[in-house]
């Protein structure tokens, strides 16, 4: 039985990856139609709409008052995607990431900081409504930042074409998209609930591992896609969103829903450790050399590998 829910959690993270893929075209589309700059058109589409997997799951999870889920997800996703994805990423270029820019090196270090925010909020075991509120307002002071430093920074570029025609087609196809999207997630956090009971292991390590690895796939997908098409900066950016989306509104959303105090403290702590040290590894490696280098990539990769054994260890 546990393995038959196991293939169902993995069955259903698919579909919530491909429901999620539609509804980033949607994004695209809209942002197009709306004459957005393509900065901001990347931001969005890319590192916001990536962790839509991680919202709706983590609003299902708040909803049916499994908090441990919620943090499990939020934590385990985004060492994911500073270790393993951003590993990988470096590896499989045939280039460096070049991190020279100096949007780009201001987004490495303020995103570091926006992670970190929650966390220290959470070291007394409890996340309120108003902790929830503090956390989610840094996400809308980060975005006009953005705006204010893309304007400063980046000359404005050519607007693609989004055709009045194609309206229709696209916001059907982004409500579809959507039913399929909080339908898939409703299923994984009760397939979730039951492996953890069947196998008698903590919530949080089914969202540390398990709903993390799954939930992260987009970011995987469209980073590697990226390192095909040699454009670094999408992959960097499409990092710094995710981290930002799921450590400020993600996260203060989740909380604001169903504010919750922490369970399995010493598993919490010990994924802490390892989230501030991805968080110090990306920075010193993205701002030390203006540069990701391969071998920083495998001691990234080799850093998800430690926090995997450590972490089932203490658990």
Known sequence: MPLFYIFLIFIFCFVLVKSADAV???????????????????????????????????I??????????ILGNIIGSNIADITLILGLSILLSSYSLNT??????????YSALLVLYPIILSLDKNLSR??????????????????????????????????????KK?????????????????????????????IKIPLIIVGLFLLALGTSLPELALSLRSVKAKTPEIILGNLAGSLVANSTFILGLSIIISPFQIKDFPIFLVSVAFMVGSLFLYTFFGLRGKRFRKKEGLVLILFYVAFIIIQNLVS
């Open 24 to 58: 980033i075209k949607t994004l695209i589309y809209f942002a197009n139609y709306f004459k957005l700059s393509k900065f901001i058109t990347a931001f969005i589409a890319i590192g916001i709409a990536t962790s839509l997997p991680e919202l709706i799951v983590n």
């Open 60 to 69: 299902s999870s708040s909803i049916h008052n499994f908090p441990s889920l």
């Open 100 to 109: 020279e820019e100096r949007l780009t090196q201001k987004n490495i270090f």
């Open 130 to 167: 108003f902790d929830g509120l503090l956390i989610l307002l840094l996400f809308p002071i980060y975005l006009l930042f953005l705006i204010y430093q893309q304007k400063k920074l980046l000359p404005l570029k050519e607007k693609e074409r989004a055709y009045k025609k194609d309206v």
């Open 170 to 198: 696209y916001l059907l196809l982004g409500l579809i998209s959507l039913f399929v999207l909080l339908l898939s997630a409703e299923l994984i956090v009760r397939f979730s609930a039951l492996l953890a009971y069947q």
